[in-house]
């Protein structure tokens, strides 16, 4: 069974940059779809962004689009998040999953999730 852990969150001010990781251990995640997700408080968890197992497809919700880019590294077995131009709404626990190839806003199937990393903007 794969493990993910998430790295890479913090406190930046609106505008900023971070870039969250995620990296795998256990299995390699060379043949998994990625995700990532997030969740603020009171809400429900929703899709961010998606990578297929080959990093040829990538995935976006609406509200990030043009801002933040997911990538992987397959040999590394970490999957990336780079997140620009940040915003106060932009503010949750952000978490990574394995999922479906074609994981997208609409329709995503999550295998295993990381523990999640805080990642808060301030405006």
């Known amino acids: 069974q794969v493990q993910l852990v998430e790295s890479g969150g913090g406190l930046v001010q609106a505008g900023g940059s971070l870039s969250l990781s995620c990296a795998a251990s256990g299995r390699s995640l060379s043949s998994d779809g990625v995700g990532w997700f997030r969740q603020a408080p009171g809400k429900e968890r929703e899709f961010v962004a998606a990578?297929?197992?080959?990093?040829?497809?990538?995935y976006y919700a609406d509200s990030v689009k043009g801002r933040f880019t997911v990538s992987r590294d397959n040999a590394k077995n970490t999957v990336y998040l780079q997140m620009n131009s940040l915003e106060p709404e932009d503010t949750a626990v952000y978490y990574c999953g394995t999922t479906n190839e074609g994981c997208s806003a609409s329709s995503c199937l999550i295998g295993s999730w990381g523990q999640g990393t805080q990642v808060t903007v301030s405006s």
């Open positions: 990578i297929s197992w080959s990093g040829g497809s990538t």
